[in-house]
């Protein structure tokens, strides 16, 4: 019961702010609320005890990422970009895009309910902690994805610094 | 270099990343401005590429009053100038005053004079010392500075009931006698003195931070310093052996043995290791000078009522600022007929744009702390 | 029965944790800020605030009433509503990292493991305080302080990160419990096996918490008070407990992962039992001290408070002692590891915090660039090489068979000779770029 309303308020906190983000004019007020939606995920992961997942949830998107974020919103000019218009002519276009995906995943969920079957919720309390298996997974099976994935960011990293060291 | 001097006059200089110059104002309220000063920075980033010093918010008219006073009347004025160091100012006035009446000081008289001043000299370079190091951000070495300018402080209290501005000496001489004490007092200040300057240098002179936030910030070489008629500790800490106590001796100075200390570089690490060695140096006058005060009095011979013949003057003394000077017009009357005040503070400014050139607004706080200005005396 | 008993105490004893911390702290931090400004007095040759209580010794009480009823004056043109928050997140982050901790085997909210990780990610979300503040605040101090700010915690977490990085290599676990546990079986303090990782940290949260030293965002000299500039009243205070409250985080990961947490030391050898004693001895003593300056307090209500401050001393005192009784301990084998526990966490992170200050005291500030450079040029590289340095040692331990005394020293020295090149390749550098005059 308790597991089930906490559930939905960080589902709805999640799903009001990711809204929020993306109609206020304001800029430093969306990405108030794109935290907001990210530590509600934050939270939903916690509640499914995937603690690690939580913790590189807060640390990477709501404390690095959103920092700079932050950081470079504030350095634009924010009272032009308030005043400018924003591309929402084509909100009907948007809006009949958005049923049909809508009505997509209504059909695939309805027709999907009676041909695949569902899995039985894992239950939440009995998990052994793991953090300790996404480190033996990540360093043992997947030891080659994941090199492939830091060489990855390692080059975009380079690349970064290539491009933004200009001859001064 | 033409337009070096006119910082706004053009946007010649094109910027690092042609970004756009900010001009950020510093002052005159401002905690590190030490008074009412207010510079205008022009900066590229954080980076100065101009500056221009706007004075005048402390202007008090003071060599205008001077016409309006007779000579007496006027000595407790010059006091208000650089109220760090009010003796040095009124023994200029004094002297410069006593060389249009072709009168002189009582040797006695000298002898104190020379022991007050170099106490002034010590406790203003003490509170130089103590602010300029809490502009750097080190909070602790003011509390032992003023700790220390306390004692001298209170001898000046002793001798002539006041702590700051003085008024302690007289044309022609002194007012008040030495009280009793005033040499044990004196030893009991100066002889562990030297001890109290090696604190300050444990706390900062080999600490690598105060070292990174001085050493190689505001250089002024020796030429500059001579062009832009610097004196004081910022001419001799660009290696110019200058100083009025040995080039023109006043008072008593020629009775006593001190060196002149000098830096090398000339920038804001040399100018601290200058003005602590002097504090060492007028430790060292001042225990010359107590082992031998002459006895005789203390007013030499001028009247109730100063008239002096019709002529001009001018005098400087080293203070601890540098050199300041008055130039005295006498048209025979009680009153002035003209002062100038040359005062050290505003002429080291002068050179503050040179230094500041190129340097981090964070160093602004720094270079204003190296000049040692009191604006009191900038702006009169 | 038994089963409801257990039941109660997992919900309650996290509970009454969380408000002990919630109701505790901002007194803490109060008398954590006295507790600085009679250090500083102290260094200063000073007295500090002796007018408020004997010694003022209530003064955080008085400075808390003159917060709270002061006006709270928001800007005209400030962002209102993110100009009301931004402290809250300040503080709650700062509360919040709080629940991992583990105060004592005792007291503890909730023994996450992923624990240190969330105390480190959940602190580095206060910085959104600081940066809206200072944004919301409309004004270019304000501002600026908050880039500097953002700025500085950005490049600095990543030397403190890779510091804890080589303590949790030693501790094999995330969970601030099993941290110290494991520090327990190790036989000695991870300060010793990791010392130039313990140093990282040290400089490292300094700069992270924005303290003197690297206290550039709030230099009065240059920037007024940087993000705070515009707040007031209580809202100002806010601010000041989220800065305090970062300090007791920072204090407490560095207790946990370097300094043994809440085990005594030498923990593990019988001949130094009697430190046992040493909680009571300094209760005692301390207890001592207020009565014997009781009566020369100048006020009778003044002399009443020091006696009874002495007496609570020695009941304290008391209290310490009684799980050193042989019956008692055999009553409730997990009283003394709980109090005394508690109590040497709580020193080790008092003489961490009062490092921080002695070191506030000694240090001029540095300047923007020369602490941008001292993070990424030499804190940096130094943390990666001193977490390669703890993975060669653990190596040659465990795998080729070397014992403690020979790996841990051997690596310490080749960091500290990586240190070495680093400051001097560093020096060098600096040299070259020396300002010659702009002409």
Redesign the interface.
């Known amino acids: 019961m308790l597991d089930q309303i906490v559930f939905y308020f960080f589902a709805a906190l999640a799903a009001i702010s990711a809204v929020l983000v993306v109609t206020r004019r ?1 800029i ?2 969306c990405a ?1 609320f794109l ?1 907001t939606a990210l530590l509600a995920t934050a939270g939903i992961f916690l509640q499914l005890h995937a ?2 997942l ?2 590189v949830q ?2 990477l998107y ?3 990422i ?3 974020f ?2 470079v919103i ?2 634009i000019n924010l009272d032009i970009s308030l005043h400018q218009a924003q591309y929402n002519r084509q909100w009907w276009l948007g809006l009949l895009l958005a049923l049909v995906v809508g009505a997509h995943l209504i059909l695939a969920v309805a027709v999907g309910r009676s041909v695949l079957p569902f899995g039985e919720p894992a239950p939440a309390t009995m998990l052994e ?4 298996i996404v480190g033996r997974t990540l360093f043992g099976e997947y030891m080659l994805p994941f090199e492939i994935a830091s060489i990855l960011l390692l080059v975009a990293m380079i690349g970064a610094v290539v491009m933004a060291k200009k001859k001064v | ?1 033409a337009d070096e001097r006119i910082p706004f006059a053009t946007h010649a200089e094109s910027t690092v990343l042609g970004a756009d110059e900010i001009v950020l104002n510093m002052g005159p309220q401002h ?2 401005t030490h008074g009412v000063l207010r510079v205008k920075l022009r900066l590229d980033g ?1 980076k100065v590429i101009g500056s221009e010093c706007v004075i005048g918010y402390l202007h008090r008219g003071v060599e205008k009053i001077a016409e309006h006073r007779s000579y007496q009347q006027f000595a407790p004025y010059v006091d208000r100038m650089d109220y760090v160091a009010a003796v040095s100012n009124g023994l200029g006035y004094c002297e410069a005053v006593e060389k249009l009446l072709g009168a002189e000081a009582p040797p006695r008289a000298r002898v104190i004079r020379v022991i007050l001043t170099e106490l002034q000299r010590i406790a203003s370079h003490l509170f130089w010392l103590g602010t300029h ?8 070495p ?3 500075c003023l ?1 220390e300018r306390e004692e001298i402080l209170k001898i000046f209290e002793k001798y002539c009931g006041a702590r700051l501005t003085t008024h302690a000496f007289r044309i022609g001489g002194l007012q008040y006698e030495a009280y009793d004490e005033l040499e044990k007092d004196v030893e009991r200040f100066c002889k562990p003195f030297d001890k109290r300057v090696d604190e300050y240098e444990s ?2 002179t080999e ?1 690598r ?2 070292v ?2 001085t ?3 505001g ?1 002024l070489t020796a030429a500059e310093a001579i062009d832009y008629g610097a004196s004081g500790p910022v001419i001799r800490a660009s290696g110019v052996k200058w100083d009025i106590r040995k080039a023109m001796p006043y008072a008593a100075y020629d009775q006593y043995k001190f060196e002149i200390p000098t830096g090398k570089n000339g920038d804001t690490y040399d100018r601290y290791i200058v003005r602590l060695e002097e504090m060492r140096q007028s430790r060292l006058i001042c225990l010359q000078a107590i082992e031998n005060i002459p006895a005789g009095p203390i007013m030499g011979k001028v009247g109730k009522v100063l008239k002096p013949p019709p002529g001009e003057v001018y005098h400087a003394i080293e203070a601890p600022k540098g050199e300041l000077g008055y130039y005295i017009v006498s048209d025979g009357t009680t009153q002035p007929y003209r002062v100038r005040i040359r005062p050290p503070s505003l002429i080291n400014l002068e050179a503050f744009d040179k230094m500041i ?7 602004v ?1 720094a270079i204003i702390g190296t000049l040692d200005i009191v604006l009191g005396e900038v702006d009169r | 029965m038994h089963a409801v008993i257990q039941y109660l105490i997992s919900i309650w004893v996290p509970l009454v944790c969380a408000l002990v911390i919630v109701g505790v702290l901002p007194l803490v931090t109060g008398y954590i800020v006295l507790m600085e400004r009679k250090v ?1 007095a102290d ?4 007295l500090g605030p002796m007018r408020v209580g004997p010694h003022g010794l209530l003064q955080p009480i008085a400075d808390a009433v003159k917060l709270l009823i002061k006006e709270d004056i928001i800007p005209d043109e400030a ?1 209102k ?2 100009f009301w928050i931004a402290p809250l997140i300040s503080v709650t982050a700062g509360m919040l990292a709080m629940s991992a901790l583990a105060i004592g085997p005792w007291f503890q909210i909730a023994d ?3 624990g240190l ?2 105390i ?3 602190s ?2 206060g ?2 305080g600081i ?2 503040g200072g ?2 605040s409309n004004s270019h101090y304000s ?1 600026l302080g ?2 500097r700010s ?2 500085q ?2 490049s600095y977490e990543t030397a403190a990160g890779m510091a804890v990085v080589g303590a949790l290599l030693l501790a094999g676990t ?1 969970s601030t419990r099993e941290i110290v546990t494991a520090q327990g079986d190790y036989g000695t303090w991870f300060i010793f096996a990791a010392p130039v990782g313990f140093f990282i940290y040290v400089v490292a949260s300094i700069a992270e918490t924005n303290r ?2 690297f ?1 550039l965002p709030e ?4 920037l ?1 008070a940087g993000y705070m500039t515009e707040y007031s009243g209580f809202r100002w205070a806010l601010y000041f407990l989220a800065e305090y409250t970062n300090m007791v985080v920072v204090a407490s990961i560095a207790t946990t992962l370097f300094l043994g947490g809440w085990l005594r030391p030498f923990a593990g050898t019988p001949a130094f039992n009697f430190l046992d004693y040493f909680p009571s001895a300094l209760m005692i003593f301390v207890g001592a001290y207020c009565l014997y300056r009781a009566p020369k307090q100048p006020v009778k209500v003044q002399q009443l408070f020091m006696m009874v401050l002495g007496l609570a001393f020695f009941g304290v005192a008391l209290i310490l002692a009684a799980p050193l009784i042989g019956r008692v301990n055999d009553m409730l084998p997990g009283l003394k590891p709980g109090l005394h526990g508690a109590f040497w966490f709580l020193l080790k992170v008092g003489s961490y915090i009062y490092l921080f200050m002695w070191l ?11 602490l941008m450079r001292l993070g990424w040029q030499f804190l940096i590289p130094l943390s990666i090489v001193n977490v390669m340095g703890i993975g060669l040692a653990l190596v040659l331990h465990r795998q080729w068979g070397w014992s403690h005394w020979t790996a841990f020293p051997l690596t310490t020295a080749l960091t500290l000779l990586v240190a070495g090149w680093l400051g001097w390749a560093g020096e060098k550098k600096d040299k070259e770029h ?6």
């Open positions: 304001n430093v007020q108030i935290i603690e690690f939580f913790i807060v640390i709501a404390g690095g959103m920092v700079l932050v950081f504030m350095l902690p793991s953090t300790q | 270099m905690p590190s954080e190091a809490l502009d750097i951000g080190a909070l602790t003011l509390f032992y700790r706390l900062l600490n931070i105060w990174g936030r050493k190689g910030i250089i050139r190129g340097h981090l607004v964070a160093d706080v | 500083m260094m200063q040759a000073r962002d509503a993110i996450l493991n992923v990780l969330f480190v990610g959940i580095a979300l910085i959104f940066v809206l944004w919301s501002l908050a880039l953002a700025a915690l950005v995330l003197a030293p206290d230099a009065e000299s240059e007024v506030r005291f000694t240090f001029p500030r540095y300047r923007f660039d020369q020396v300002f010659v005059g702009e002409s």
